[in-house]
């Protein structure tokens, strides 16, 4: 069975190859074209080489380098393809492999394209790739969490208006690699409308909004409200209930969106047994 078996990997590899042959070759044709038809001002002054992870494997392209009227240099076949900057990947791997680490740690990822493609990426690779698409976001959040705080700008907003708001805020430690602290803390929060019915006993959240991220207490709650800032009017919100376990940090949810503050269950239970004793504390919990 072991050769009869391998027809497929030889039909992939062979159209996989194929595929490679016809992409250099129409690259090679748009740089051309892209140079007849370039703006005013460039000035073309050679060719560089690149390699450049694909769906169908590596490929090496050989483009034109121009400098434009500032000195600056362009390459119009990268900016053509959507390629980025000291990034070996496809936007099409890059999508695939940006996917693949919001659910799989990097050294999973890495098998697993290794296992898809005919060319993987290292977990490294896919480490700075993640970090080079996450940095954009990052940085945009950040301009509009100090629109909305400093200068009053509400985003846009879906602007809706609702009788009750739940939030849930939570932290869980996760380890570290090459850094001066073992672990850090990631800071999870969770706002939704109330509870839907899905069968006998069973519910589901509504209208649910996540929020997470690596920051202190306060930064955490100021992107939280810019995250419900573009689904509700918070001012037309009637009432806010911030729920947790306890921690500083996440009490301080009720002092910002001025609302009520609670212990989940299990903290509550918690605290009503140290506080009441073990005689009283199923009823004390009950009446709660």
Known sequence: KGEAGRWEDVIFRWACDLARKAAEYL???IDQDLMKGRESGLRMEGFRQRWVTTLFGDIRISRRLYKDSKGGSRFLLDEAM???KRSQASPKVEELATFL????????CEQ????????????TTIHRLVGRTVDPYIQEEEREVAELLEDGVLPESENKAVPYLMI???GTYVALQREEKRSTEVKVGI???GWQAQGKGRYRLKEKTCYAGIMDGGRF?????LALSKKYDLSKVGRIVVGSDGADWAKKGAEVFGGLYQLDRFHLLRAIYEGAGSDMAGEVYRAC
Do not use: C, I, N, V
């Open 168 to 170: 849930e805020a939570d």
């Open 27 to 29: 690259l090679q044709r």
């Open 112 to 123: 697993l394209l290794r296992a898809l493609l005919p060319d993987g990426l290292s977990h």
């Open 191 to 193: 706002a939704y409308e």
């Open 221 to 225: 709650w100021d992107g939280m409200t």
């Open 101 to 108: 680490a919001t659910r799989l740690p990097f050294g999973k």
């Open 82 to 84: 959507g390629l980025r």
